[in-house]
């Protein structure tokens, strides 16, 4: 009666044990950190119009669509930017495509390129 346990339990374990095995990230790799599942959200890009670009206080008014990373719909709304730079390369009228997170509590463009 023993053999018999032993013969159901053996196998059992075994697909137990290597189960859990696989599910285990392979020696000397990192576990995806909490940014790489982030990422395809935050990567998409929102379409906008430049309104207004206000070098002397760093902000940029856009007309855009909705910021599914920020669950907000499409407005117009003033914006702080993450590089001043970014003033430099657009001015009012020109069709962008945009990235904007909130950071220390303000909303921040913190990509920005040309929607040609």
């Given at each position: 009666m023993l053999n018999i346990r032993l013969a159901f339990i053996a196998?059992?374990?075994?697909?137990?044990?290597?189960?859990?095995a696989h599910a285990q990230p392979a020696s000397?790799?990192?576990?995806?950190?909490?940014?790489s599942t982030d990422a395809p959200a935050s990567a998409e890009?929102?379409?906008?119009?430049?309104?207004?670009?206000d070098k002397d206080n760093k902000k940029l008014t856009l007309k855009h669509g909705?910021?599914?990373?920020?669950?907000m719909p499409g407005m117009t709304m003033v914006f702080q930017v993450k590089d001043d730079a970014m003033l430099d390369k657009v001015q009012a009228g020109d069709k962008v495509r945009f990235q904007?997170?909130?950071?220390?509590?303000?909303?921040?463009?913190t990509k920005i390129e040309s929607a040609r």
């Amino acid at each position: 009666m023993l053999n018999i346990r032993l013969a159901f339990i053996a196998p059992m374990a075994a697909l137990i044990f290597v189960g859990f095995a696989h599910a285990q990230p392979a020696s000397g790799s990192a576990a995806p950190s909490a940014s790489s599942t982030d990422a395809p959200a935050s990567a998409e890009l929102a379409d906008g119009e430049v309104r207004k670009v206000d070098k002397d206080n760093k902000k940029l008014t856009l007309k855009h669509g909705p910021l599914k990373n920020l669950d907000m719909p499409g407005m117009t709304m003033v914006f702080q930017v993450k590089d001043d730079a970014m003033l430099d390369k657009v001015q009012a009228g020109d069709k962008v495509r945009f990235q904007a997170e909130k950071i220390d509590g303000k909303f921040t463009v913190t990509k920005i390129e040309s929607a040609r």
